[in-house]
């Protein structure tokens, strides 16, 4: 009996708790919404010690957390969301706690592909953004078979960085900008068209330029979504630790010093209140660079 | 018909009610957090006067050794106030840093070189190392001066390089990029300046208005609050709590 009554009273919590954050949600929506919410998921190993619990349960209670984030992000209407799971740095750490750490990743994501995960709820679909030819054989294989699972949803997108780092993403983004544009050479080999011609041989001028910032932009693992407006680390930390620096340029940057598994609404809450105070004037400055953009792209 | 018009009535008449409640209601919450952001600044302004003072041991003596190069990101608009940046400069100096980099998205304080050069009283301007460095006599702060181009428009520009050099040139043997090839590349388009290992945000929003984002990987970035209500306290104790930060890179 009192099992049963004790179950019940949770079920009104959570009913209640449920109800209060729709009535919150429904109030922030008069102000903008951010499109985008990026998550830096920091803190895990020091919430275990903290407790006194094992490394490992460090990561699965930062699991928890963070589907209880994913929840409350979707109910608000952001549409894209961006966690940094794991950094190419990740992998100077002990050869047992990467083993482990992946094999966690492989059994989230595969949990990711069962009926009642968060994703098919949400309708979310899920790209894995990063070198993943530096993941083992069988995390890239779940990792892709998420991707195209999931590449019918189109309620929301879930960006999950696994074996990412910004400046392996730009250096990625060059080479392939550089490959792109060694086609178009071989297809038009006398390069007249695009001036190849005067460059070839030649110390490159000011004005020369192939290739344009827009194709390198095209080329970003993270071309899958727009800029982030928020970016949220944990632990209090205020480094971004090679993420998202690319894209972070307009970013409202948050560091809460809770630890990523205390991670909860209220902080949210905070981000996105923050968010809309400076809304107006990053909306301005953004402009300001947008313009000489678009005139640089049109001339070239 | 005439039930169902009086229901229609009534349903938008409540839902209008409802639209202006909510609007009352976020406009309230704003308005609780703009009271606590004035209570915090007011605060922060007590402890600045404070830590001022010298009546704080912990912030009397800062250990500097960590703290190699300073980058100062100054809101656009704001930077037109050159004597409020030199103000700056002249107290980042004081504390000992040597290597600052001030950055601004249009490019305000590139135009403003001269004048606070000026203001600084340089007694001679040399362009060695790159055009951006210059060397002050005195208490020597080297300088340089950073806009939004010399971020995303450098990148593009390497890949040029690397593409002439790569791809159009006679050595194509190395077609496998890694970062020092794009770090090279950078600093052959004038990019060239070290990784920042603290960065102030001086303006309304803790946002860094497109540093470049090669440079700021391992970064502490702090915001400030806005170039006009810069006090020396904060700034001490911005660089005091940096020192104390211990970073893992990773593992």
Known sequence: MDKESGHQASNIFGNLGSFLRKCIFRVLSIGPVPKHIAFVMDGNRRYAKKRKLTEGAGHRIGFFALTSMLKYCYELGVKYVTIYAFSIDNFKRRPEEVQSLMEFLQEKIEGLLEEESIVNRYGVRVYFVGNLKLLSKSVRLAAERAMAATASNSKAILSICVAYTSTDEIVHAVQESCEEWDEIKVLDPSGSGYGLIALEGNELNQGDSVISLTVVEKHMYMGVAPDPDIIIRTSGETRLSNFLLWQSAFSHLYSPPVLWPEIGFRHLLWAVLDFQRNFIYLEERKKVVQIPQIDRDRSS | ?251
């Open chain 2, 1 to 251: 018909m005439d039930v169902g018009d009086e229901m229609q009535k009534v349903y938008c008449w409540t839902a209008q009610i409802g639209n202006v409640v909510l609007l009352l209601l976020w406009h309230i919450l704003h308005f609780v957090i703009s009271v606590w952001y004035c209570a915090l600044g007011i605060a922060h302004m007590l402890e600045s006067y404070i830590i001022s003072s010298g009546l704080l041991r912990r912030y009397k003596a800062l250990n500097l050794d960590r703290l190699q190069f300073l980058a100062v990101v100054v809101d656009s608009e704001e930077a037109h106030q050159i004597s409020k940046v030199t103000e700056l400069l002249q107290w980042l100096r004081t504390i000992g840093v040597k290597n600052v980099c001030l950055y601004d998205t249009e490019g305000v304080l590139k135009k403003s070189k001269e004048a606070i050069l000026e203001r600084l009283h340089v007694a001679k301007v040399s362009e060695e190392a790159t055009k951006n460095v210059t060397l002050l006599d005195q208490k020597h702060l080297n300088l340089e001066f950073a806009s939004y181009p010399d971020g995303k428009d450098a990148v593009a520009k390497a890949a040029n390089v690397l593409f002439v050099k790569y791809y159009l040139g006679r050595d194509q043997k190395e077609k496998n990029f890694t970062e020092s090839h794009v770090a090279e590349a950078l600093r052959t388009v004038g990019s060239r300046g070290p990784d920042p290992d603290l960065l102030l945000i001086y303006g309304p929003a803790r946002c860094h208005l497109g540093f470049p984002a090669w440079r700021i990987r391992y970064t502490e970035i702090v915001h400030m609050g806005p170039l006009k209500s810069m006090r020396y306290g904060s700034l001490r104790k911005a660089i005091q709590k940096f020192t104390m930060v211990r970073q893992n890179y990773g593992k």
